[in-house]
């Protein structure tokens, strides 16, 4: 599914992209939150890289109308977004210092695949291929059940990253009013690879087992021959041999395995979570205010958007290119007919030929999945309203 | 029971409801008037609880035989409530408004607030798990903490769950006991490890570790209740009757303060140089090699060390000649340092200006007054050194490699006194110092009393013979009190 990209076609492509297939109705109810709490949008943080490497920090939005005509006029080569804060971010100059906070924000996750560059043979860096992406769906199944069964919660968006990797945006309104302490508790639960360059080890368990790293197992387990023996040929070299080798006890050779280090009853399972177990980077959950790329956001060293992940399919990539080369093909035929029906309203006719646009690209589904997340949410809003409601016997 | 009910008839206020139980969470402050002397020894007695519990808690692990041993010593001493026994009135009381003074006096920096909460955080888990099992629910359920209890058939369908999750928690302890279910909010020190079973955004803590939860509880409202506290003090602080007494507390010394020279003129000045290598604490002898060396010192160090050796028998005379000797080898003639630098060693020994006879600087003193800069040399080497020229320079003087990891560990924890005191006992080639490192001449003192040893046990046996025919003179219970390093003011 690779095709040539070449970052110099940036500004030619982004402002079609964001004039005519950026989701932004889906967006702007995404980021609302259902007008629950007042200027929820309005107080968010965006940041934008420009062209030139530009960074722009403390954007900020008061409707969609604002944010439709701003971005195809600034054209950022990359969007992210930070928290909720206490005031608009653009006045945040102009605020009594100290009193401009960080309120809320989604709880994030960002799985990058550097982090497995010492267990993965077929690429290394930015590079990911069919062979390695099975890292990240081991990491989305694993994190994805836990953040559900163990910490209750039920709004996931995961994101592919547009390079190489995955983000996962929490958005329960439990998990957007999370302290940094919070945060960080959820994220080192779920840390089971630890240490740097200089440890070799970097799973160690100990009786007794927790359930989590029972669940985590069991999902490891189901794909462990086919990424590891198979795709990854762990023990096809000697290098990778020996590298496997390092992990186990000493006295191996001697048989029952004793318990002269720590849970040495145990290295089987070690080796194969070091191995495929998911790789977080703490601090990026930690903050409140850290700002992450955004979903549908183009990565300008790649050209492909980062889309939501159906967990249903989790294997194919999608390149900005592609897209814009897909919607050229058919607007000869209906120009004419677009005119026409223009010429009725300006912000009606934007508005459908947005809808007309991306629906005719691969765009398309990845929308779809976004729209299953937002109706998820608003049905389970809808919930609370009702039962607030009941609480207080409104009619 | 009956002579409690008694007291609460002839006293009869709402203030008995708050003193029934051994334990509290200092949810509301005292509201009576209490006298200024009660006002200061009820707060200097909690600090010195405070301070063992900071020490016994590094020396000895924190469930060990030996803590609880000290810490129950050290509470009976004290006067602070104890186990629930009876009469504990008056204990109580003065726990409760200890408390609310020690508030005022540290709320007001990070530091101080972090330590004052640590300690109180590790006193109330002492006290709590003092509590028997039943007192421990009452607690939980006068205090409002509605945490709620699995039900007996979700303790039976997670029961594995729960073993696998919890560490020493058995099937019989699962049926038998309580299993609380609380958000895992609250709960994070048992999330973060991993310590504790989670379902559907619950933590499942089972009866032994609800202590947890409750000291979460208490550092959040104790937190709050500072940063309050803080707002509110500059009103407090207005009060001229209270606040010499709150600055002193923050930096309170509860011991000898040095003031009284016992062994004037004992030293020459000739000695200086072998007993900065022998018995100055680190940072005196980090001073006094500076001076060697640039023959000079700036404002702070001449302070610290100026006051140290007045506090180790230097007379005024020989003071004098020594720092006049050492300057004028460097950039200051003679003339100029009669001038400017006679004057501020006079004023140290109280024979200028307001003649207030200034006393040597205690370890809480140099720890958290005036931080060194650049061209400094005073401070405390444990607190203000990079740990890697902390590590050099005990290496230079000969520490012993383990000797030094066991220092620099201490240090990373933050308990700088007990670094020094490590020191003491790596330098002086003893196991246990004997005495709890608070002030720089303390050092000094217990150094030469080790390295003397024969004068010293020839003057304890004088003593015990004089206090032996006057077993209930005050003078021989102030001498005791002087030996512990405990003032009797």
Redesign the interface.
């Known amino acids: 599914i690779e095709t040539y990209y070449d970052p110099a076609c940036l500004p030619d492509l982004l402002p079609i992209y964001y004039r005519r297939l950026f989701p932004f109705s889906q967006y702007y109810r995404w980021l609302r939150y259902g007008g629950v709490s007042k200027n929820y949008f309005q107080n968010r943080e965006f940041s934008f890289t420009l062209k030139y490497d530009i960074y722009v920090r403390y954007q900020s939005f008061t409707t969609q109308n604002e944010l439709e005509k701003e971005m195809p006029k600034m054209v950022p080569y990359k969007i992210d977004i930070g928290a909720v804060y206490s005031h608009r971010p653009s006045q945040h100059n102009v605020v009594k210092s100290g009193t401009f906070q960080a309120l809320e924000k989604e709880l994030v996750f960002d799985i990058d695949m550097t982090d497995y560059d010492d267990v993965r043979r077929c690429c290394s860096a930015a590079d990911i291929c069919s062979k390695c992406w099975t890292l990240m769906t081991i990491a989305i199944r694993i994190l994805d059940r836990a953040l559900r ?5 039920h709004h996931l968006l995961w994101v592919y990253s547009g390079r190489r990797g995955v983000h996962c945006w929490v958005c329960d309104d ?1 998990a957007r009013k ?2 940094v ?2 945060r ?3 994220a ?2 779920l840390s089971l690879v630890k240490g740097g360059e200089e440890t070799v080890r970097k799973v160690v368990l100990s009786d ?5 790293i ?1 669940h985590s197992l069991s999902v490891v387990e189901r794909y462990f021959q086919q990424y590891a023996i198979v795709d990854q040929d762990i023990l096809g070299s000697k290098e990778s041999v020996d590298k496997v080798l390092a992990l186990l006890p000493e006295d191996i050779l001697s048989f029952p395995v004793s318990n002269s280090r720590k849970g040495g009853q145990y290295f089987d399972k070690e080796i194969m979570l070091q191995y495929c177990y998911p790789r977080l980077d703490v601090n990026v959950s930690k903050g409140v205010n850290h700002l992450l790329k955004s979903p549908f956001s183009v990565h300008p060293k790649t050209g492909r958007i980062s889309v939501p992940i159906d967990l249903k399919e989790l294997n194919t990539l999608i390149l900005l290119s592609l897209i814009c080369e897909e919607l050229e093909r058919p607007r000869a035929d209906e120009a004419e007919e677009d005119d026409m029906k223009d010429q009725e309203n300006e912000q009606e006719a934007g508005e459908r030929r947005r809808i007309r646009d991306y629906k005719r690209t691969s765009l398309a589904k990845y929308v779809k999945v976004f729209d299953r997340f937002l109706e998820a949410m608003a049905r389970s809003r809808k919930g609370e309203m009702l039962k607030k409601s009941d609480l207080q016997k409104d009619f | 029971m009956q002579f409690l009910g008694r007291r609460k008839k002839l006293i009869g206020n709402f203030q008995n409801d708050l003193y029934d139980q051994c334990l509290q969470f200092y949810g509301q402050p005292p509201l009576e008037n209490i006298s200024l002397t009660e006002f200061e020894t009820f707060a200097v007695e909690r600090l010195k609880l405070l301070k063992t519990v900071e020490n016994v808690g590094v020396s000895c692990g924190k469930s060990s035989e030996q803590y609880t041993k000290k810490l129950d010593a050290e509470i009976s001493s004290l006067n602070f409530p104890h186990r629930g026994g009876i009469s504990e009135y008056e204990k109580r009381r003065k726990d409760h408004i200890s408390h609310f003074i020690l508030r005022l006096a540290y709320c007001q920096t990070e530091d101080l607030r972090r330590w004052f909460i640590q300690q109180e955080m590790d006193l109330f888990r002492y006290r709590f798990n003092c509590l028997h099992s039943k007192h421990k629910t009452d607690f939980l359920h006068k205090n409002n903490l509605k945490y709620e209890t699995v039900s007996a058939e979700e303790k039976k369908n997670l029961k594995d ?1 729960l ?3 919890s560490y020493g928690l058995s099937g019989t302890k699962v049926e038998e006991h309580d299993v609380y279910k609380v958000p ?2 609250d709960a ?2 048992l ?4 310590k504790v ?6 933590a499942y803590i089972p009866h032994h570790e609800i202590v947890t939860i409750v000291l979460n509880d208490f550092r959040t409202r104790l937190s709050k209740a500072l940063a309050m506290t803080a707002r509110s003090l500059p009103a407090v602080q207005s009060d001229e009757r209270l606040q010499p007494l709150l600055s002193h507390l923050s930096h309170a010394y509860v011991g000898q303060d040095y003031s009284i020279q016992k062994n004037i003129g004992k030293i020459s000045l000739e000695q200086i140089d072998a007993l900065s290598g022998k018995s100055f604490p680190l940072c005196m002898r980090h001073l006094h090699k500076a001076l060697r060396e640039n023959h000079h010192l700036r404002h702070g160090g001449r302070m610290q060390y100026g006051l140290f050796l007045k506090g180790i028998g230097l007379t005024l005379e020989q003071a004098l000649q020594f720092w006049r000797s050492e300057f004028v080898k460097g950039k200051v003639d003679a003339d100029k340092f009669d001038k400017a630098y006679a004057y501020s060693v006079r004023h140290m020994f109280g024979k200028e200006g307001k003649r207030t006879d200034y006393t040597p600087y205690s370890c809480m003193k140099v720890i958290l007054s005036n931080p060194p800069s650049q061209g400094d040399y005073h401070g405390c080497p444990f607190r203000h050194s990079d740990p890697e020229l902390l590590k050099q320079k005990l290496q230079n003087y000969k520490v012993s490699p383990s000797g030094i990891n066991q220092i620099l560990e201490l240090v990373k924890g933050m308990h700088y006194q007990l670094a020094c005191q490590k020191y003491f006992e790596l330098t002086h080639n003893v196991e246990d110092a004997g005495f709890s490192l608070n002030h720089p001449n303390q050092y000094f003192t217990e150094s030469q009393k080790l390295l003397n040893g024969g004068r010293d046990i020839k003057k304890e046996v004088d003593m015990s013979q004089r206090s032996q025919e006057n077993p209930a003179s005050l003078w021989s219970l102030k001498m005791e009190l002087d030996r512990q390093g405990i003032s009797a003011k």
């Open positions: 069964e163990d910490f209750g919660f439990a999370l302290s302490a919070a960080a508790a959820v080192e639960y007794p087992i927790h359930p989590f029972n | 769950k073993i696998a999750s895992f909010q994070l020190d999330v973060r490890t991993r079973y989670l379902l559907a955004g619950n």
